[in-house]
């Protein structure tokens, strides 16, 4: 129980309080690139070209890439209007977040 509660400690310290969905992801993820200025770069841009629940369904693309990729290749309408903000929020993202 210590363990688990010490663990949950460094995590909440690890990860900014105030941090959005895309930036908590970005900060568990594996990626080697991840890093805390980038995390809290693309949660920036996301927070102006993603309404909250897309920003939910992106967060989830970094634990699943499996779902990015079903959605890219998805029929459903919504789907492809999701994947469309999806795809332009990364490559602004990209741009604004590029390291110099």
Do not use: H
């Not at 309080?17 to 990626?31: H, K, M, Q, T, V």
């Not at 693309?61 to 795809?87: G, H, I, M, V």
């Amino acid at each position: 129980m210590k363990i688990l509660l010490t663990t949950c400690a460094i995590s909440l310290l690890a990860t900014p309080l105030f941090a959005g969905p895309i930036e908590r992801a970005c900060n568990a993820s594996d990626r080697q690139n991840a890093s805390r200025s980038l995390c809290s770069c693309i949660q920036d841009v996301a927070d102006v070209r993603l309404s909250s629940k897309d920003q939910k369904q992106a967060a989830k693309f970094f634990k699943e890439p499996q779902l990015a990729q079903d959605t890219r290749q998805s029929d459903n309408a919504a789907k492809e209007r999701f994947w469309l903000r999806y795809k332009e929020w990364g490559q602004i993202a990209a741009l604004q977040c590029a390291p110099s």
